[in-house]
């Protein structure tokens, strides 16, 4: 064998991949994965006290050390994408491996929660994980527990706390959000999906639900953390993202690790265990390992891989760049620089991960400092800017001829249009009180039909909403 095939790392095996200008062997690259994620979750010590087997020790003793063991639990949202696969297959290794060198004892158990949309998603996803927790898990089967949850639950969960919330844009300096108080009780996801006017509005209102309802699952079953997948490039992705559709202020909270989460009953942090890893190494993971039988709508990319197996045909960048949403725009942009220029994707989440929230409310007379769409913490007056920089009032009409216009316009499709946007936004505001939405929601209210939806309201009774949940048992196949 010629010595450039040669992995560097143990010296004896072929190399199959080269990352970081490495070149690996199949065993070697996957540890080379599986300890950047190790050293994620041994990052301080709330996270290793979840991780580490417990003994008895000065603090505990050796039955409190086993009730700890059990009682530790991490929550796993997984897409059947490849990060989350990955991450799901590192821990069952060190599941494994904690087995053999620590007499049988574990230091964790794993939730994985399945958000689907659909009755077939539902379906496709059971059949998915059913195939891999009694084949590849088989051994660690009673660590792992499958949750599925249907996005429709960020709905009928919170029923008695919907309200409509509308933006009011006719007051002609201020733009306003009203909380109306009598919503119908019959709407649900698919009738806010068709209020969306484009695709990028679509994703982030998908995005934001299905995150608020993985924490508030964390939040009512009291795992101690949520394992996200996200990537070293989905994490740059989702950065440069936030900055260009205005929420910038966002980052910093979207990545910490420190603190409790505060938004949902600090019961939980949040780790980002695969944060030093590229999209394309998971990828090449994903195929050394053989778990790409188990994607779902997901092509691993083989650009590491020494010998190409597959022949891509790269339908993901058809679409043309004008239908694309913001975060696949960025998501392209990473991706093809992430051969050559990787390390500007590691400056961009180091960056993010520097970044702190600002110091203080900048809305200080506010009833409430969240935005009541994204829950998220409001920094500057949004509204207040964009009237700084529009004009909203309209001119008179002065004469006949400007008349004659008016009507013509009045009896157009967006005459028409305006018009049931007004006679709408009328309907709202006759009960309703101001409330506060930041400056990022104000653009999605901006391409939402007639510019309201409707939306749970942020309070304890909502986070304690039952969710439409099935979890999956060895009897159903
Ligand atoms: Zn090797
Ligand atoms: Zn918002």
């Known amino acids: 064998m010629a010595e450039q095939l040669i992995c560097q790392r143990c010296r004896k095996e072929p190399a199959t991949v080269v990352s970081r200008k490495e070149r690996f062997s199949n065993d070697c690259f996957r540890k080379f994965v599986s300890q950047k994620q190790r050293k994620q979750m041994m990052s ?28 530790s639990t991490v929550l796993v949202p997984l897409s059947f994408g490849s990060s989350s696969l990955v991450m799901l297959d590192v821990l069952n290794d060190t599941l494994t491996e904690q087995k053999t060198t620590q007499r049988g004892k574990t230091g964790f158990q794993v939730d994985l929660i399945i958000c689907y949309q659909t009755t077939e998603e539902k379906e496709a996803f059971k059949e998915l994980a059913h195939n891999i927790i009694n084949t590849r898990y088989a051994s660690n089967k009673e660590k792992f527990k499958f949750h599925l949850i249907d996005l429709d639950s960020f709905f009928s969960s919170s029923k008695d706390c919907l309200r409509v919330v509308a933006l009011d844009a006719r ?17 649900n996801l698919k009738d806010l999906l068709n209020q969306c006017t484009d695709r990028t ?29 996200h990537s070293m490039t989905k994490l740059a992705d989702e950065t440069i993202s936030l900055i260009v559709k205005g929420r910038g202020s966002e980052i910093a909270a979207s990545m910490d690790c420190s603190k409790f989460d505060e938004d949902y009953n600090s019961s939980f942090k949040n780790l980002f265990p695969m944060k030093d890893i590229l999209l394309s190494e998971i990828d090449a993971f994903c195929l050394v390992a053989k778990l790409d039988e188990f994607l779902y709508d997901y092509k691993p990319q083989d650009t590491l891989l020494i010998q190409k197996v597959q022949i891509i045909n790269d339908t993901k960048y058809s679409t043309l760049v004008k239908n694309m949403t913001v975060n696949e725009i960025a998501r392209k942009y990473f ?9 500007v994707i590691s400056t961009v989440v180091k960056t993010a991960n520097k970044l702190a929230e600002p110091q203080s409310l900048l809305i200080e007379k506010e009833r409430s400092k969240k935005c009541v769409l994204c829950f998220s913490n409001i920094y500057t007056n949004g509204f207040k800017w964009l009237s700084d920089i529009t004009i909203n009032e309209g001119v008179p009409i002065e004469d006949d001829a400007e008349r004659e216009i008016f009507n013509e316009w009045k009896n157009s499709t967006i005459g028409n249009k305006t ?29 939402i039909k007639e510019r309201r939806l409707t939306w749970p309201t942020k309070s304890k009774s909502e986070l304690e909403g039952v969710l439409d949940e099935c979890v999956l048992t060895d009897d159903e196949s």
């Open 44 to 71: 301080d010590p709330y996270f290793q006290d979840i991780f580490k087997v417990m003994y008895q020790d000065r603090f505990r003793t050796s039955k409190e050390a086993d009730l700890q063991n059990m009682q």
């Open 171 to 187: 007051g002609a300096t201020a733009i306003k959000a009203n909380y109306s108080v009598e919503p119908s009780n019959s709407y």
């Open 201 to 229: 509005t679509r994703e982030d209102i998908l995005s934001f639900i299905r995150r608020h309802l993985i924490k508030k699952f964390a939040s009512q079953h009291e795992q101690r953390a949520i394992m996200w997948g």
């Open 335 to 343: 991706d093809d620089i992430e051969g050559d220029y990787s390390n």
């Open 419 to 447: 018009e049931g946007y007004n006679r709408a936004t009328e309907l709202v505001t006759a009960h309703s009180c101001d409330v506060p939405v930041c400056y990022g929601c104000i653009i999605i209210f901006n391409r």
